[in-house]
């Protein structure tokens, strides 16, 4: 493979943020193919188009997912790229690694693959990108074999579930995320890796309501942690934010001069319940208020605490934009014990009843939030068994048009119309 | 040894999953999981995690393309191994994070750090702009609309200063998407950068028998804009689709489907900024990203028309915003009217809402402020 010209890349090697394009060409020295890379980019960037070609059905044997097929639809001028497949290799929880395993991942792929990848993909594989239909299987039997790693999902299959950071380094965390995320992910390798689902289908963890996997923008399972009895206070800290001796948020916002800190301002005022004042020096809560927004806790750290009986929400069936529009999921269960002490027992019947239900009415490419809409939350609750409480909706519906049952209603559907003209003349 | 093309069942090993986080966690993880109080960002991307052992975990969050080499890989492999016992993390947002146990051994890191130029930037922490999270782009992808990595390149040399600081009125989080699919999932970002299409697409009459089931072309539409038709290969008469082009929204779900439809466009495709989307329940719930400028140009290498209006929306918010309150938020209580004056962003119909819906985001209210849009 030939060095490639790349006048328009070049200009993206300045600047301050660290440049891909520099990145590639130093390892284009050792890989050639990934001048290939950059010279198709190149032409992207002239003409300002793609030249990937749409699909292919590549993989490996036994599985449905965990390889995206690619090919350039200009192999001619860029043989290097010709077959340009991505392979996603599932991610451990919380995305932890030792060097010596990312190396030996990276000895795997500059073996069989372009040389480039990204850590990660959106939904949290690790992504390796680029390689050809022939290096698939031998890199899949090392990857197995003298790795012990295996690929994520792709297709209309359980995507690779993902977890924030949890208890591992944050304090809010009210469930092991890490813990469940891994243990599911292994439950459910054959939904991982044998598409039979209506459409792709995601669960993410997320330890607390500040959501940092963002689980209740995009998964169609999402598991929030949440706690239901009352924040924990050391009064002593709240008197040294009070004091403006400890940082407020924890020092996010100390690059600017914002005044001194403010308890009122800052903490009581914006609690969108009202739900706390001062007593003297003391900070009281009303806990039977506060509906857990995080943002007390946020800004001071070391006074407040999530309560000691914790567990999480499970809210249905978020989705970005394609077709019907975004979906934010909606909560159904609010609170739910998440405990290895049974396996997970709870939230593993509650996964299988959304899916045997949805597997069976779902559309095709029809996510199970769309299912949800279509049918309406209602039906969704019955199928689900879960009695429907005022915490499901946002307000009350504004329009009459309920969908009375038969048996519902008195005396049912069922009358002669000759009974009433008898009646009433026409 | 190794994979046998002649018995490709042998010896086969599969559905082992991820291997276990705990292998991974550096000791002072190890010790302390469920066990930390409390944190504190020293200094800009550097986060002090404190346990109730008394332990302390510095992390150090260093920005990354995410688009990244082998070699590159290795290279924090090494920082990893000189500083951290070999042990790192990556965040959701594509940071890296290298995490020693106490004080003395974070001036250290940052010097190696340092050492490599402007390779490693140390931020992304409290509030400030932290890493893109983006899409393929036009290094990989098939149906994208725009580029990803050089777009994300170019508004994150305009926004470093913001990277390595904590001086906004909160976090600030960027999203990209090359289509709208959304594989980046942009919806409830602070920023959305949007690659969309405006052509509707070409129907390829030759490939179409062969590579497209029709039901399923004419079946993905969600108005319906795509229709049976015939069309004449080569004088023979083929069953093939029509596209309404009047119902069209471009949203390329059609090509998805059908290969044979294709809809990507040098003048067509470009970019469309959404702000004021967040994710967390802090203080309000959960909000989406609306749609404030349609249409900006694939301007390659660099996106000037992209960077200089999210450049100019960051510092309208940082200049007007309350301490916590997010782009979205900030925007709701000016009004969406002070929103676009403020950022001097013209309003046009492009950002009223015509899909389905769309009455709930209508004004059904006689409160409103006179801006300079009432002429």
């Known amino acids: ?426 | 040894m190794g994979y046998n093309p002649q018995k490709p069942m042998e010896g086969r090993i599969s559905d082992l999953g991820p291997p276990h986080y705990e292998k991974f966690f550096p000791p002072v993880i190890k010790a302390n999981k469920g066990k930390w109080l409390w944190h504190e960002i020293t200094q800009p991307g550097v986060l002090m995690h404190k346990s109730e052992t008394g332990d302390e975990v510095y992390s150090i969050r260093v920005g990354s393309p995410r688009l990244v080499s082998v070699e590159y890989i290795r290279e924090v492999c090494d920082i990893a191994d000189k500083h951290c016992d070999g042990f790192l993390r990556f965040t959701t947002r594509n940071n890296i994070e290298f995490m020693v146990d106490s004080r003395a051994k974070v001036q250290p890191l940052l010097d190696t750090l340092a050492s490599y130029g402007n390779k490693y930037p140390v931020g992304g922490t409290g509030a400030g702009v932290t890493n893109i999270v983006h899409t393929q782009g036009w290094v990989h992808c098939h149906t994208p609309a725009t580029d990803a990595s050089g777009v994300v390149k170019a508004v994150m040399d305009e926004l470093f200063d913001y990277f390595t600081s904590m001086t906004l009125p909160a976090q600030v989080r960027i999203a990209l998407a090359c289509c709208l699919n959304m594989c980046g999932a942009v919806h409830a970002s602070d920023i959305a950068i949007l690659g969309i299409h405006r052509k509707p697409p070409m129907i390829d009459n030759k490939r179409i028998s062969g590579v497209c089931e029709l039901p399923l072309a004419i079946a993905s539409c969600p108005l319906g804009a795509v229709k049976p038709a015939k069309a004449i290969v080569d004088g023979v008469e083929i069953k093939s689709v029509k596209v309404t082009v009047e119902r069209c929204m471009f949203c390329g779900n059609c090509y998805t489907m059908c290969p044979a439809m294709p809809l990507a466009d040098p003048e067509g495709d470009g970019i469309a900024i959404l702000v004021g989307g967040k994710v967390s329940n802090r203080i309000s719930a959960p909000k989406f990203s609306k749609l404030v400028i349609p249409f900006l140009p694939n301007t390659t290498p660099r996106w000037p028309e992209t960077v200089a209006a999210v450049k100019k929306i960051l510092v309208a918010y940082a200049a007007d915003a309350r301490k916590y309150e997010r782009i979205g938020e900030w925007a709701e209580r000016i009004g969406w009217e002070k929103f676009f004056e403020k950022c001097d962003i013209p309003f046009t119909e492009k950002s009223i809402d015509d899909y389905r819906l769309a009455y709930d985001t209508w004004r059904t209210t006689t409160q409103f402020k006179f801006t300079s849009h009432i002429k």
């Open chain 1, 1 to 426: 493979m030939a060095k490639r010209e790349t006048p328009l890349l070049d200009q993206l090697e300045s600047g301050p943020w660290p440049s891909f394009v520099t990145d590639i060409k130093r390892q284009a020295e050792t890989k050639p193919e990934c001048w290939d890379i950059l010279g198709i980019l190149e032409l992207s960037y002239k003409e300002r188009i793609t030249h990937w070609k749409h699909g292919g059905i590549v993989g490996v044997f036994g599985y449905g997912g965990g390889i995206v097929g690619r090919y350039a639809d200009v192999p001619e001028l860029f043989p290097g790229v010709e077959h340009f497949h991505t392979v996603r290799v599932a991610q451990p929880a919380s995305k932890y690694y030792t060097s010596a395993n990312l190396r030996q991942l990276m000895a795997l792929w500059e073996k069989y693959g372009s040389g480039m990848t990204n850590f990660h993909g959106s939904t949290g594989d690790i992504i390796l990108l680029g390689t050809r239909t022939e290096n698939l299987e031998p890199f899949f039997w090392d990857l197995t074999h003298d790795m012990g790693q295996d690929l994520g999902g792709s297709g209309s299959n359980l995507r690779t579930p993902a977890n924030c950071i949890g208890e591992s380094r944050c304090e809010w965390s009210c469930y092991d995320t890490e813990d469940v995320c891994h243990s599911l992910t292994l439950h459910y390798q054959d939904e991982i890796h044998r598409p039979a689902f209506p459409y792709k289908f995601k669960f993410k963890f997320s330890g607390c309501p500040n959501d940092c996997v963002a689980s209740i923008a995009r998964s169609d399972i999402s598991v929030i942690g949440t706690w239901r009895d009352a924040i924990r206070i050391d009064q002593a800290a709240v008197k040294e934010y009070v004091a403006g001796n400890y940082p407020a948020n924890g020092g996010a916002h100390s690059g600017r001069n914002w005044g001194k800190f403010d308890i009122n301002k800052e903490v009581i005022d914006l609690c969108p319940t009202e739900c706390m004042w001062m007593e003297g020096a003391e900070l009281k809560i009303d806990e039977k208020e506060c509906t857990r927004c995080m943002h007390c806790i946020n800004v001071m750290p070391r006074a407040l605490r999530p309560g000691l009986d914790k567990g999480a929400s499970i809210c249905v069936g978020a989705k970005a934009p394609i077709l019907d529009g975004a979906q934010f999921a909606t909560l159904i269960v609010p609170f739910i014990k998440v405990s290895k002490d049974n396996d997970f027992e709870e939230l593993i019947e509650f996964i299988e009843k959304v899916w045997d239900w949805w597997m069976e009415v779902g559309k095709n490419r029809e996510r199970v939030g769309e299912t949800m809409q279509r049918v309406g939350l209602p039906t969704f609750l019955s199928v689900m068994g879960i009695e429907p409480i005022p915490q499901h909706v946002k307000e009350p519906r504004s329009n009459p048009y309920i969908f009375w049952r038969e048996e519902e209603v008195e005396g049912g559907f069922a009358r002669d119309i000759d009974e009433f003209r008898a009646k009433h003349k026409a």
